[in-house]
T-cell receptor, first 112, second 111 residues
Framework: KAGVTQTPRYLIKTRGQQVTLSCSPI?????VSWYQQTPGQGLQFLFE???????NKGNFPGRFSGRQFSNSRSEMNVSTLELGDSALYLC???????????FGPGTRLTVL | EDQVTQSPEALRLQEGESSSLNCSYT??????LFWYRQDPGKGPEFLFT???AGEEKEKERLKATLTKKESFLHITAPKPEDSATYLC????????????FGQGTRLTINP
């Protein structure tokens, strides 16, 4: 069974731009969560989607948003990029919200 | 505030030298403790889930245990391929159903 896939794997943007990251969960998984990983803060929860509905949101500004489609694929968007948004963005999927989460390889975002 | 603390931050061992990694947590409610392994440039790889004090799980050279306030990841006779960052995470009962991660332990096994 294929794992979680994320596209693109690498991205370079400049301050003020916006970016959209994509995540395809493991086949059959309906829950998708997003995390931001930085050397200073470690892994931090962004939001969780299940059945196209956002169930929970972490402590991030409104510039960070996401959505989930009917096929469980998910996207996250970051508007008005700041230098501090440079990070590895990880997507994780699970069958249901309280099941074990399996992570994708991440998208490395660099903001210049 | 809910917190997960891992120690040590970094650990260097010789091949075959057994040791333990610690994950302590102060949370108002626990709905599972998870161990992940992360290699450089990759996403975390799931290892174990523990739900209640006294529970133990094993996989090859790894064994995870859980008490009311901490978890240990025991590594027996490690090999160089066990080198990675080991992450501990807890799922909370109250509030968001999210994983709260520790900062990780960077483990290096020298041949």
């Amino acid at each position: 069974k294929a794992g979680v896939t994320q596209t693109p794997r690498y991205l370079i943007k400049t301050r003020g731009q916006q970016v959209t990251l994509s995540c395809s969960p493991i086949s059959g998984h309906r829950s998708v969560s997003w995390y931001q990983q930085t050397p200073g803060q470690g892994l931090q929860f962004l939001f969780e989607y299940f059945s196209e509905t956002q169930r929970n949101k972490g402590n991030f500004p409104g510039r960070f948003s996401g959505r989930q489609f009917s096929n469980s694929r998910s996207e996250m968007n970051v508007s008005t990029l700041e230098l501090g948004d440079s990070a590895l963005y990880l997507c994780a999927s699970s069958l249901y919200p309280l099941d074990t989460q399996y992570f994708g390889p991440g998208t490395r975002l660099t903001v210049l | 505030e809910d917190q997960v603390t891992q120690s040590p931050e970094a650990l260097r061992l010789q091949e075959g030298e057994s040791s333990s990694l610690n994950c302590s947590y102060t949370v108002s409610g626990l709905r599972g403790l998870f161990w992940y392994r992360q290699d450089p440039g990759k996403g975390p790889e799931f290892l174990f889930t523990l739900y209640s004090a006294g529970e133990e799980k094993e996989k090859e050279r790894l064994k995870a245990t859980l008490t009311k306030k901490e978890s240990f990841l025991h590594i027996t006779a490690p090999k160089p391929e066990d080198s990675a960052t080991y992450l501990c995470a807890v799922r909370l009962i109250q509030g968001a159903q999210k994983l709260v991660f520790g900062q990780g332990t960077r483990l290096t096994i020298n041949p």
